[in-house]
C-alpha cells in the first residue's frame, strides 16, 4: 500500500466523522483527475490535443453520471515537455489531491513524474510516452494507451528494409528520451534484418538552422531521412533538405502526427513517412466522439482520443473497483478490458495497452492516411 493511500485513508476518516455535522443539503464532492502535458512551448500543439480528449471525456462521464456517483473536477497541467518542470507539476497534483493523471506526453516528462505519482498514489496513464522504460519498472500504477517504440522501431525498420533496399539511410535523433529512444530502436531493428545505415548522427532540438547537417547528408547522397525526434525540428529538416536539393524520403514516428508539421513544411512534406497507431478517427465506437469535436470545430487528430480513452479506461476502472485509491483501480486495470473510443483495449502486467500496433502513414497535400 502507497503511504498516500494510508494518510488518504486516515483522512477519510476523520472527514467522514465531520462530516455527519455537515448540512444535508451540502454540495457533493468532487474527484479531481489531472491532463498534463506540454501546453506551452513548441509541442503545443500536442497539448492541445491532450486537454481537449481530456476535457470531452470529463464532460462525457459527467453527463452520464460520473464516477463512483461523483462528478470529476479536471485540473489541466503544463510540463512544455520539460523534466523539471515535469517533476514540479508532479508534486504540484500531489498538493491538488489529484487521484488520476492522463499524462504526459514526452517520455523525458512522463518517466520521472511516474515516480512521484506511483509513490504519493495517484495512478497514471500517458497518451503518448512511448520510451519502453515507463513500464519497464515495475511501477503498479502506471499505464499508457499508446505502444512502444520499440514497437514502433520494428514497424519502421521492416519498411525500411522492404522499400529502400540497396538505399542509404541516414538515421538522426535530438538526443530526447523520446528521439534518441525511437532512433536507437530503429536501427537496432534495421541491424537485425542486416540493413546498415549510411549515417547516424544527432542534433539540437529547438534550433532553426540545420544546414550544415542537410549539407552532409547531402554529400552522401542520402536517400531516406529517418527521424527520431519531434515534429517541429523533422519539418524544418525536410524543409531545408528539399530547399538544398536533396530529395530524399523523411521518415520518423508518433510525434509527426500533427497538422502543423506540413504546416511548417508547405509542399516540401509532399510523400513524407511516418509510424503511428491505427487511426481512432476510423473507430466505429468513436464515431460519436468525434461528430463532437467537428461540431465543436476541432479535428480530433493524434492524441485527441488516446487521452479521450485514457480517461475512459480509469473511470471504467474506478467505477468497477468502487474506489479512486490506486491499489485497488490499478488491479483492476490490469484484469479488465475497456469499451473506449480505441476500441476494446486492455493493459498488461507491466502496464502496456494490448491493442494493434503501428502502421505507416504517408504525408499528402497537407493531409495524412495510410501509406
Known amino acids: 500500500m502507497t503511504r498516500t493511500s494510508i494518510n488518504r485513508g486516515l483522512k477519510g476518516a476523520l472527514l467522514g466523522a465531520v462530516a455527519t455535522l455537515a448540512l444535508a443539503g451540502a454540495a457533493q464532492a468532487e474527484i479531481v483527475i489531472s491532463v498534463a502535458g506540454p501546453m506551452t512551448g513548441q509541442y503545443a500543439v500536442i497539448g492541445t ?95 499508457r494507451t499508446c505502444g512502444r517504440d520499440d514497437q514502433q522501431g520494428e514497424v519502421a525498420a521492416a519498411f525500411i528494409a522492404d522499400k529502400f533496399k540497396g538505399k542509404k539511410v541516414a538515421i538522426l535523433h535530438d538526443k530526447t528520451t523520446y528521439g534518441q529512444g525511437l532512433a536507437d530502436e ?30 552532409k547528408m547531402k554529400s552522401e547522397n542520402i536517400d531516406l531521412i529517418y527521424v527520431g525526434g519531434y ?11 528539399k530547399e538544398a536539393g536533396l530529395d530524399a524520403v523523411l521518415m520518423s514516428g508518433d510525434a509527426m502526427v500533427t497538422e502543423e508539421w506540413w504546416s511548417i513544411t ?57 474506489s479512486v485509491e490506486l491499489e485497488p483501480v490499478s488491479a483492476k486495470l490490469h484484469e479488465m478490458t475497456f469499451d473506449t473510443v480505441l476500441g476494446s483495449i486492455g493493459f498488461d502486467a507491466k502496464g502496456d495497452v494490448a491493442a494493434p500496433g503501428y502502421v505507416v502513414y504517408k504525408w499528402s497535400n497537407g493531409k495524412y492516411d495510410y501509406y
Open 49 to 143: 490535443q491532450m486537454r481537449n480528449g481530456a476535457e470531452m471525456a470529463v464532460k462525457d462521464i459527467n453527463a452520464a453520471g460520473g464516477v463512483n456517483g461523483e462528478q470529476l473536477k479536471l485540473v489541466v497541467g503544463d510540463d512544455a515537455c520539460d523534466p523539471k518542470q515535469a517533476v514540479s507539476l508532479a508534486n504540484k497534483l500531489v498538493s491538488d489531491d489529484v487521484v488520476f493523471v492522463a499524462g504526459h506526453w514526452c517520455s523525458s516528462s512522463s518517466i520521472p513524474a511516474s515516480d512521484i505519482y506511483n509513490e504519493e498514489g495517484i495512478v497514471q496513464i500517458s497518451p503518448g510516452s512511448t520510451n519502453p522504460q515507463l513500464t519497464e519498472r515495475g511501477l503498479e500504477g502506471v499505464f
Open 186 to 215: 530503429t536501427r537496432k531493428s534495421l541491424d537485425k534484418l542486416g540493413f546498415k545505415e549510411a549515417m547516424y548522427e544527432a542534433y539540437t532540438a529547438g534550433e532553426k538552422d540545420y544546414s550544415a547537417l542537410v549539407t
Open 231 to 241: 515534429h517541429t525540428e523533422s519539418a524544418l529538416i525536410q524543409r531545408q533538405a
Open 266 to 322: 508547405g509542399p516540401a512534406g509532399e510523400g513524407a513517412l511516418m509510424t503511428f497507431s491505427p487511426d481512432p478517427k476510423r473507430n466505429p465506437a468513436a464515431a460519436p466522439v468525434v461528430e463532437k469535436f467537428t461540431a465543436a470545430g476541432f479535428d480530433p487528430e493524434g492524441y485527441t482520443l488516446y487521452t479521450y480513452g485514457a480517461v475512459q479506461a480509469w473511470a471504467q476502472a474506478a467505477n468497477a473497483a468502487k
